[in-house]
């Protein structure tokens, strides 16, 4: 994993400092999220491949679990981002953020067993 997160920062040279879901970047903390399932036969290669740190990809399978369209549609930008070669573009890095958003707008009531806030503070920490 560490492998695949190292090849791919030198493709997409990421100088906003920011991950594909507009998270500060931190280097030690970056992970490969699979934009298709590895159980649905997606591999472990950069065309497959986001760069997330591991606060979004956990809020991004949140968002898997309670909006799977909005799950589709970020991994959707994710596949675009990653054929073209470069980091997001501000375009993209905007839809995202609208995404997001809405998401949190919609789920904002959200609760977990324990009665807690489903969407955490930390995920909203964005840009």
Known sequence: MKQITREM???????SNLDWMNYKLV????????I???EFGGKL?????????STPHQYLHLIEYKDINTYITLNKI??????????????????????????????????NSKGKTLIKR???QRW
Do not use: S
Not at 45 to 53: F, S
């Open 9 to 15: 920062l030198k493709i997409y040279k990421p100088i």
């Open 27 to 34: 280097k030690k903390d970056l992970t490969a999220h699979h």
């Open 36 to 38: 298709i399932k590895k």
């Open 45 to 53: 290669e950069q065309n497959n491949i986001a760069l997330l740190m």
């Open 78 to 111: 994710f596949k675009i981002i990653n054929n073209q070669l470069h980091e997001p573009t501000l375009e993209q890095r905007e839809i995202v953020e609208y995404l997001l958003q809405d998401f949190e707008y919609q789920h904002r009531n959200d609760k």
């Open 122 to 124: 930390e995920y909203k």
